[in-house]
């Protein structure tokens, strides 16, 4: 079967190509956004759930390398089982796109006066909003399906964020975030040709691992959730190391290994990787600006901006890998935009 763009129409289709917009719009809020100052605490606690959780990790490594003591943790896990660590010296930091799914409301009422905290939303209005010492707004506009826009412009978010609290140049961790609606826009115009390669590249594929290290974990955890939550399709987001400590085993011409180059500290191990793959008869594409592959082929931006170009190959896959399956790409059958059930 060969493919048709018409089989991939549809909402989220339309949220993916709206991206570069959103993160336009997002960046350009961020400029007129407040500066987080004035908050005093002793360490840095950071949460979310899916996605929201995922876009944690650039962000956890920044502020560790800048010296904050930090920590993150699923929202729902940090209720039950971590609490202990939100002590009044602590400042929270809610990542939610909608601002109200359960956990976070949950969140809220557990630490209402009890610690200083930053909310990060795409939800004016929300009980996270409302509620937070400082309100970070994403500009991403309504969301139809599967986290995509909402999730890029958290990541912009996030990294202004750590740059804020590190008393990093404004202006110029701006200027930096501006390029990424820039390339993404540049990745995203070809979107027709890269789905239909991806098509053939990913037909007969019945496992998929995405697998990147440091930073590039974002772009792992949120494409092994996307990939089942879009196409239903099985798929496992995991660090490379991971991937190396029994899921290699499963290496064969049925397993598909994404990796992500990543930044130079361990972009040769990476690479590695995905040749240790293909000589074991896998099938394996490095994501990145050097890959052979051009639909994994990602535009050249700043550290800064990366993680969020990270995920459009993966997003693009999870249309292949719908229309592969005969499913309209994005479309929820058992869940809702919002989790409001534990």
């Not at 005093?40 to 650039?58: C, K, N, Q």
């Not at 896990?77 to 002590?87: K, M, R």
């Not at 990147?212 to 987001?237: D, N, P, V, W």
């Amino acid at each position: 079967m060969r493919f048709d763009p018409s089989m991939v129409e549809g909402n989220y289709l339309r949220d993916i190509l709206a991206q570069p917009r959103a993160l336009e719009d997002t960046v350009a809020g961020l400029c007129e956004a407040p500066l987080p100052v004035g908050l005093e605490f002793d360490r840095i606690v950071l949460t979310g759930m899916g996605a929201s959780y995922h876009a944690l990790h650039p962000l956890l490594i920044e502020l560790v390398e800048h010296g904050f003591q930090a920590a993150a943790y699923e929202t729902s896990e940090l209720i039950y089982y971590y609490a202990a660590a939100l002590t009044p010296g602590t400042l929270l930091i809610a990542v939610s796109q909608s601002g109200r799914s359960v956990e976070t409301v949950r969140l809220l009422d557990l630490t209402a006066r009890r610690v200083r905290s930053i909310g990060v939303t795409n939800t004016p209005g929300s009980p996270l909003a409302a509620r937070a010492d400082l309100t970070v707004l994403t500009h991403a506009g309504a969301e139809s399906s599967v986290s995509c826009k909402t999730y890029v412009s958290m990541l912009v978010a996030l990294e202004w964020l750590g740059a804020a609290l590190r008393g990093a140049d404004r202006q110029g961790i701006e200027t930096t975030l501006r390029e990424a609606a820039t390339a993404a826009e540049s990745y995203l115009a070809g979107w027709e040709a890269k789905v239909a390669a991806l098509y053939e590249l990913l037909e007969g594929v019945r496992a998929l691992f995405v697998t990147g290290r440091g930073a590039s974990l974002a772009a792992a955890g949120t494409g092994g959730l996307i990939l089942k939550e879009s196409a239903h399709f099985h798929a496992e987001g995991m660090s490379c190391s991971a991937f190396r400590h029994g899921p290699f085993e499963m290496t064969g011409p049925e397993a598909c290994v994404l990796v992500f180059a990543g930044d130079s500290r361990t972009a040769a191990l990476n690479e590695k990787l995905v040749c240790d793959v293909r000589s074991a008869g896998g099938k394996a594409f490095l994501v990145g600006t050097q890959s052979d592959a051009d639909a994994f082929r990602i535009p050249a931006a700043a550290d800064a901006v990366r993680p969020a170009l990270e995920i459009l190959p993966v997003q693009l896959a999870s249309l292949a890998l719908a229309g592969l399956a005969g499913l309209e790409p994005g479309k929820f059958r058992l869940l809702t935009k919002v989790t409001t059930i534990e």
